[in-house]
């Protein structure tokens, strides 16, 4: 991961969420870069864009209170008005390409089994922290995914079997399985975000 360099004596910087006020870890929360022009909101991944920022949890509901009346708004106002729903589909994308780079570095360690096949090998050999499943895939993906709970490993349902497939060069992918602990509790932590912020309420 790139980023900034943190020894164990010092504190992780933290920051004021702009909708519930709360301070929390500045990774915990997502940095929103304002700026003169259209979008006029981007999402800052990695803290490394300039400009004034805004950071937020990304729940629902910080974000809507920092939109309506919060941080973000005061940060915008006499620049643009911005929907709730925009920035949560911005955070969303953000996340999702997130979850892409993430099952790329466990590919690049060989943390990772793609397809049927070698996720079977995978959970045969006992190996698995977490199986992402396609939303449309059917059959067999429902046969591993009781295949790995019996092992204990986590399951979560992400993405098309063309996303999925995209993200490795495959023209589909129904399911993949992360033999990473480690990343596998960073994607889940973006897909629990992911959740939240498409909950209705
Ligand atoms: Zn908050």
Redesign the pocket.
């Known amino acids: 991961m790139l980023g900034e360099m943190t020894t164990a004596r010092e504190k992780p910087s933290r920051r004021m ?1 702009a ?4 301070r ?1 870890a500045a990774d915990e929360l997502e940095r929103l870069v304002v700026g003169p022009s259209a979008p006029f909101v981007a999402v800052d991944l990695g803290r490394r864009l300039g400009g004034r920022g805004v950071s ?2 990304p ?1 629902r ?2 974000v809507r209170s920092a939109t309506v009346r919060g941080g973000l708004r005061r940060a915008l106002r006499g620049v643009a008005q911005i929907e709730p729903e925009s920035v949560e589909r911005m955070i969303v994308a953000q996340l999702e390409q997130r979850i892409v780079g993430l099952l790329s570095s466990a590919w690049r360690r060989r943390r990772l089994a793609l397809g049927g096949e070698a996720v079977r090998a995978a959970l045969q050999a006992n190996l698995g922290d977490l199986l992402i499943r396609a939303e449309d895939s059917r059959g067999r993906g429902e046969e591993l995914v009781r295949a790995a709970r019996a092992l204990g490993c986590a399951t979560a349902t992400w993405g098309t079997k063309a996303s999925l497939g995209d993200a490795f060069g495959r023209s589909e992918l129904g399911v993949l399985l992360l033999t990473d602990r480690g990343i596998a509790r960073a994607v889940l932590d973006c897909l629990s975000h992911i959740e939240t912020l498409s909950e209705d309420g």
Request: charged share 10%; proline share 0%; hydrophobic share 20%.
């Open positions: 969420c909708g519930c006020g709360q929390a937020v949890h729940t509901r910080c």
